[in-house]
């Protein structure tokens, strides 16, 4: 299976604190996307790093990749109560740019 | 932005009949689309690679007769789940990808529940 795998799989915080997960792969990628899905709805996208980058920003949101450890992690700052949701990463492993998503974090933030 | 829409959003259906979920990328072309199941509190598992014009190429474990896609055009794909089982009760969602900048782009999902 080209599923990568995530850690922790669930996370509880209180409001304002941060909130890192972390997400390994298997294979060589192109790029490792991040998507935010809440309870029984569909995925967000919120935020891409390709393969020649190590980190990237986008508001509250830092994402580092290490392509050598085959890992990348999402660091959410300042966390809401809004925050709570499930966080994928995805890579793009496959030839046919299939996306091969992990197995998700459980972020719950306690307000 | 773009677009990406599934049709219904849910649906309830007896085991033994067939149900089709339409993909349709709204404001975008896609010569490619994606279909992935969800089982609750699980990640999103691809089922298949759908080509327009061309057959699709399913991943390994996923039944190609029971899961019948067909990428008529440029903007929808659609997958029957064929004789359909409890245990296909899932959330399906779909991805495009844009024809002009080749980013990948979701639906919303559907909610198939099979009773």
């Known amino acids: 299976s080209q599923q990568g795998e995530e850690d922790p799989q669930a996370l509880s915080i209180q409001e304002g604190e941060n909130a890192t997960m972390n997400c390994s792969y298997k294979?060589?990628?192109?790029?490792l996307q991040w998507y935010r899905q809440n309870s029984g709805r569909g995925l967000v996208h919120l935020i891409l790093?390709?393969?020649?980058?190590r980190e990237k920003h986008s508001g509250r949101l830092r994402v580092t990749l290490d392509t050598s450890k085959k890992s990348s992690s999402l660091l959410i700052t300042a966390s809401r109560a809004a925050d709570t949701a499930s966080y994928f990463c995805a890579t793009d492993a496959g030839g046919g740019n299939q996306f091969y998503f992990g197995t998700g974090t459980s972020l719950t933030v306690i307000p | 932005g773009a677009v990406v829409s599934q049709h219904p959003s849910w649906v309830i259906c007896k085991s033994g009949t067939s149900v089709k979920i339409e993909c349709r990328s709204l404001?975008?072309?896609?010569?490619?689309m994606f279909w992935y199941r969800q089982f609750p509190k699980q990640s999103l598992m691809l089922m298949a690679t759908s080509n327009e014009g061309s057959k699709a190429t399913y991943e390994q474990g996923v039944e190609k007769d029971k899961f019948l896609i067909n990428h008529a055009s440029l903007t929808l794909s659609t997958l029957t789940v064929t004789s359909a089982h409890p245990e296909d009760s899932s959330f399906y969602i779909c991805s495009a990808r844009d024809l002009a900048d080749y980013e990948q782009y979701f639906g919303p999902g559907t909610r198939l529940t099979v009773t």
């Open positions: 790093i390709r393969s020649n980058e």
């Open positions: 404001d975008f072309q896609a010569t490619t």
């Open positions: 294979t060589s990628i192109n790029n």
